[in-house]
């Protein structure tokens, strides 16, 4: 998936685990079955997991996962992978990486979400909006959406005849002409089935805070398309806007063209190398359009 990717194996985890955290070396461990294309995740014990960035970006998000998600969990009502113990680069590996909580659950599908799930997605995304963003550190999706133009229209050219690029580009466009946001505030940067837990049909997790940090609320917005169906995709919508102001009307016209921008510039870069990422893409652009008639 990624041209200068690192690889990693059990074998590997082991023995940095026995140079690191000696503690641990004996303990179960095995791949976790993923799609992410940063990390590599490997179960360690019955509560423990080891992530291992892929690539140099993932190895420099550890730093901010173990400096703020301890002061971000205590603020919302979900489980997230806590983190236990940061790796140093060794044993052949460039990257440092990281060990954390294990938490139980299962990824969903693409827009799968009950209504319930629905209300939860929501309140765990304005528990995060009412955080003090005082020193936080920038999102990974922190640009104006306007300076995702060119990439955006890009991934347009790549998929003609992949998806309607004449609907999709009209889409973008709205995105582009509403009210820019009056202020960061904290997100989660990638609220995608991925990197969400499902537990008896209720949100049971969200994890890899990689993404975090201050930017448009409209990026979280994301959820919407990602993760839920278009009556779900109601709730959540009247759940995070309780007022029905022209300010929401233009954040959630953002969300939107966050969430093709992001499906679009997916789809065009794993269409042959990760096939469930590149359905989920293509899942979410449909989604939009059908919204969009």
Known sequence: MHSNGTKTDVALVRRLLAAQFPAWAGLPLEPVDSHGTVNAVYRLGPDLAVRMPRVEGGSEDVATEHRWLPRLAPHVAVAVPLPVAEGRPGEGYPWSWSVCRWIDGDTPGPGTGSAEFAVDVAEFVLALRRLDTTGGPSAYRDEPLAARDTA?????????????????????????RVPGPRGPVWVHGDLQPGNVLVAGGRLGGVI??????????????????????????????????????????????????????????????????????????????????????
């Open 152 to 176: 955006t229209r890009n991934a347009l050219e790549v998929l003609h005849g992949v998806v309607d690029t004449e609907a999709s580009a009209a889409v973008w466009s709205d995105a582009l």
């Open 208 to 293: 890899d805070f990689g993404c975090m940090g201050l930017a448009d609320p409209a990026v979280d917005l994301i959820a919407a398309w990602y993760l839920l169906p278009h009556g779900a995709r109601r709730v959540f919508r009247a759940k995070i806007f309780r007022t029905g102001t022209g300010a929401d009307a233009a954040e959630w016209t953002r969300g939107r063209g966050w969430a093709l921008s992001i499906a679009l510039m997916e789809l065009a870069a794993y269409r042959t190398t990760n096939p469930v990422m590149a359905a989920t893409a293509r899942h979410v652009i449909e989604e939009i359009l059908a919204d969009a008639h």
